[in-house]
C-alpha cells in the first residue's frame, strides 16, 4: 500500500513502485506517427534515452507519449508487456494509474463546490463522523494533504493481507479504521503530508452529497465529458483490467517494501541483470486505493485528461483559478502540490504507483507541451518509480540540460512518504 501514497504530486517527481525484469532490449515500433507525417525531432533522443533507463533499471516495458503543438505528438512503446511470454507492450494497454486517481476526486469536489453543496472551508466532520480533529480539517487541507491525518497505507498488518490475500475487496469502513487506530501526525494546515487516507475521506463526501457510487459520479462528470472511453473505475470487488493489459510487476513485496523499495545492492545487480525476476501484481484487488490509486486508463485517455486538468473543461474559470493558486511548494524549489494537482518544474499533473504499475502525466500550461509515461513496473532496483526515472530522463530534452527535475512532491523530505516505497493507491 506504499505506492498509493507516492503520488503525481511534486516531492520526489520520478520515484516509487518495484518491480521488473532484464529484457527490455527489444523496443517494439516506437513510433505511432501517421506514415504521411513527419516524426518529430525529439524522437531519436527519447527513444535512445528511454531505452538505456530501461535496461539500466530493469524495466519490462513503457508507454511514452508525447503531445505538443509546436514539436509535434507522438507515441512510443518499448520493451514488453509480458515477462513470460515477451508479448510487446502495445500503445492501446490499459494500466492502473494509481494515485492520478486523487485528481479525478479532487476535481468532483470542486464541481460540487462551485455548484455550492459544500464549502472548501467546511470541516469533514460536517459530513463524517469519527475523524480525528474533525472539527478543525477542511476540506481543503485534505485535497491539500495537509490535514495530519496518517496514511492507513503503512500499516504494517495491512500490507501483510496484501500479500496473503492480494484478492480481499477493502471497504472503506476498513481502511479508516486502520487509519484513525494511529494518532494524528500533526495540526490541521501546519504542513504538507502525503495520505491516501485524505482522498478516501473525500470519495465518501463526494457519494454522500450526490448519493451516487463514485464510479458513476466519475463517469458522468470526467470521463463522458472528456470522451475517455478507455478509462474506468472499478467496484470493490472487481480485480481485473480490461484488455488489452501488460502483465503488471514489482520487485519484493509489500512487507518488505514498506520501508524502502530499495533492493539490496547485490540484488539491484540481479535484477538489472535479469537473474533476479520481479512478482507478478497483475491480478492484485486495488481496492485498498479506492478513490486514492483505483483507476485504469490509457495513455491517449491519460493525455487527454492531463491537458483538461491543468487548462481547463472539468471546473469553471474561477475554481480552475482557485485549484491553480493552491500549489505550494513542497521540498525542492520547483516542486509543489495543491487541490488534488503536483507541479513537476514546468509540469504541472500527477502520478501514480500501485504494486505491478506506474503512470505519470505531466502538462505544461505555458508550452502545451503534454507527457505521458506509463510502465508495467512499480519501482525500479534503486527504489526510485520506474515512471519518475524515465521521466526524468526525458524532461532535459525538452528543457535543456540545466533542467533539474524536482522531486516527487508526495515523497518530499519530512513526510511519510519521503522514501521511495509503493503506497497502495499511490
Not at 492502473?96 to 468532483?108: D, P
Not at 494511529?182 to 501546519?190: L, S
Not at 520501508?259 to 497483475?282: F, I, R, W, Y
Request: with cysteine; aromatic share 6%.
Amino acid at each position: 500500500m506504499k505506492i498509493l501514497a507516492a503520488s503525481l504530486a511534486t516531492v520526489a517527481l520520478l520515484a516509487a513502485a518495484a518491480c521488473s525484469s532484464g529484457d527490455t532490449e527489444s523496443a517494439s515500433e516506437p513510433s505511432s506517427t501517421p506514415a504521411d507525417q513527419a516524426v518529430p525531432d525529439y524522437v531519436a533522443d527519447v527513444e535512445s534515452t528511454v531505452e538505456q533507463l530501461m535496461r539500466d533499471n530493469a524495466i519490462p516495458g513503457a508507454v511514452v507519449q508525447v503531445s505538443s503543438p509546436e514539436l509535434g505528438d507522438w507515441t512510443g512503446t518499448f520493451g514488453v508487456g509480458d515477462l513470460d511470454t515477451g508479448e510487446p507492450i502495445s500503445a492501446d494497454d490499459h494500466f492502473r494509474v494509481g494515485s492520478n486517481t486523487k485528481t479525478m476526486t479532487v476535481t468532483a469536489v470542486l464541481q460540487l463546490a462551485q455548484e455550492g453543496l459544500l464549502s472548501l472551508d467546511d470541516p469533514i466532520s460536517t459530513y463524517i463522523e469519527g475523524v480525528p480533529n474533525g472539527d478543525e480539517i477542511t476540506i481543503a487541507q485534505l485535497a491539500e494533504m495537509r490535514s495530519g491525518l496518517p496514511s492507513y497505507s503503512f500499516d504494517p498488518g495491512l500490507n501483510a493481507t496484501l500479500d496473503d490475500d492480494p484478492g480481499k475487496a477493502w471497504t472503506q469502513e476498513e481502511l479508516l479504521e486502520i487509519a484513525f487506530s494511529y494518532p494524528v501526525n500533526f495540526a490541521p494546515g501546519e504542513k504538507f503530508e502525503y495520505s491516501n487516507t485524505n482522498t478516501v475521506l473525500l470519495g465518501l463526501v463526494v457519494e454522500e452529497l450526490t448519493g451516487k457510487p463514485i464510479a458513476e459520479v466519475f463517469e458522468e462528470r470526467i470521463f463522458t465529458p472528456l470522451g475517455l472511453e478507455d478509462t474506468s473505475f472499478p467496484a470493490i470487488d472487481d480485480a481485473s483490467i480490461p484488455d488489452p493489459h501488460p502483465r503488471g510487476y514489482m520487485f519484493g513485496t509489500n512487507v518488505s517494501t514498506l520501508e524502502t523499495s530499495v533492493l539490496p545492492e547485490e540484488e539491484q545487480a540481479e535484477a538489472v541483470a535479469g537473474t533476479l525476476k520481479p512478482n507478478d501484481h497483475t491480478d492484485d484487488n486495488p481496492s485498498w486505493g479506492w478513490t486514492a490509486g483505483a483507476a485504469i486508463s490509457t495513455a491517449d485517455d491519460l493525455t487527454t485528461y492531463v491537458q483538461a486538468l491543468v487548462d481547463g473543461g472539468l471546473l469553471d474559470e474561477r475554481m480552475q483559478q482557485t485549484r491553480l493558486d493552491s500549489i505550494q511548494p513542497v521540498g525542492a524549489a520547483t516542486a509543489g502540490y495543491g487541490l488534488g494537482m503536483a507541479q513537476f518544474g514546468p509540469l504541472l499533473g500527477h502520478d501514480g504507483q500501485l504494486p505491478g504499475f506506474m503512470t505519470f502525466m505531466g502538462h505544461d500550461p505555458e508550452t502545451d507541451l503534454t507527457i505521458v509515461v506509463l510502465t508495467n513496473l512499480s519501482a525500479v532496483p534503486s527504489g526510485e518509480g520506474s515512471a519518475l526515472t524515465l521521466v526524468k530522463g526525458i524532461l532535459p530534452i525538452f528543457y535543456g540540460s540545466q533542467y533539474q527535475p524536482p522531486g516527487d512532491p508526495a515523497r518530499a523530505p519530512g513526510t511519510e512518504a519521503s522514501t521511495p516505497a509503493p503506497t497502495p493507491g499511490g
